[in-house]
């Protein structure tokens, strides 16, 4: 079993920025893609961002040139900075990462952007 563990989480006003980490920890065979998710009231889990073992990333285009995706394989976690952020940026955000197939989730951390 892998556990995972989100921290930065916060309110802030538009324009301003958030650093997002998710630490892994146990049972940890070989960490593929991780990648963070976030989820609006009223709204369906979406992607934000990804990373692969390589460093290939992906965004969501909402996010694209405010948001860097970046992971530490030596240390197990993977971080998002989070720049000019907006109020549709409002959401629980869960860290998602895979180990041989299967798929853990944290248990999110709330991201409040407002005025």
């Known amino acids: 079993q892998v556990q995972l563990v989100e921290s930065g989480g916060g309110l802030v006003q538009p324009g301003e920025s958030l650093t997002l980490s998710c630490a892994a920890s146990g049972k940890i065979f070989s960490l593929s893609t991780m990648a963070w998710y976030r989820q609006a009231p009223g709204t369906q889990r979406e992607l934000v961002a990804a990373v692969s073992t390589i460093g290939m990333r992906n965004y969501a285009d909402s996010v694209k040139g405010r948001f860097t995706i970046s992971r530490d394989n030596a240390k197990n976690t993977v971080s998002m900075q989070m720049n000019d952020l907006k109020p549709e940026d409002t959401a629980v955000y869960y860290c998602?990462?895979?180990?041989?197939?299967?798929?853990?989730w944290g248990k999110g951390t709330l991201v409040t952007v407002s005025s």
């Open positions: 998602k990462v895979r180990d041989r197939g299967v798929d853990y």
